[in-house]
């Protein structure tokens, strides 16, 4: 009977494990989602990049890249590869981040976003979102259309 109980709480456990890494899932753009929402979504996604799985918050960064953007960081792997090289490596696993709204239009929506690194040092980065005007599945989806070159603003030591 003991051996049976002790089964029985294993196979719940790894039910449990198994399950909720199974609904982790990538968040699809939807027209629901507002720009600071898509924004928020990636730098979150990238704070927490290996959770649930290594390279998760990439993934969802790449999820909200406009197609247009797409075509000149992509595929994927490309993409993981820039995002992990010298010039944006700051925001994998950052510790913290601020979002100011810089202009305000129909279709585009610009921020100022301030991260502060794994190495305590503050970048500040031009984010641009776009309304995706063509039919189809993004149809009227705020995604990224760009994200400048880092600027260093000093360390917070």
Known sequence: MYLLKNKIVVYLFLSLLFHSVS????????????????????????????????????E????????????????LEKFKSMLKSEMYVMLINHIEYKIDIVSISEKTMSYKVTVLDDKK???????????????????????????????LLGSSI
Do not use: R
């Not at 500040?124 to 994200?147: A, H, M, R």
């Open 121 to 151: 040092k503050y970048y500040e980065f031009d984010w641009i979102v776009q309304k995706y005007d063509k039919s189809g599945p993004l149809e009227n989806c705020w995604l990224t259309t760009g994200v400048s070159q880092p600027l």
């Open 60 to 75: 969802q960064t790449w999820e909200f890249a406009h197609p247009n953007n797409k075509k000149y960081t992509g595929p």
């Open 23 to 58: 609904n982790a899932e990538i968040i699809k753009p939807k027209n629901t989602i507002k720009p600071l929402e898509v924004v928020e979504i990636q730098l979150n996604g990238l704070k927490n990049n290996n959770k649930p799985y290594e390279d998760f918050g990439i």
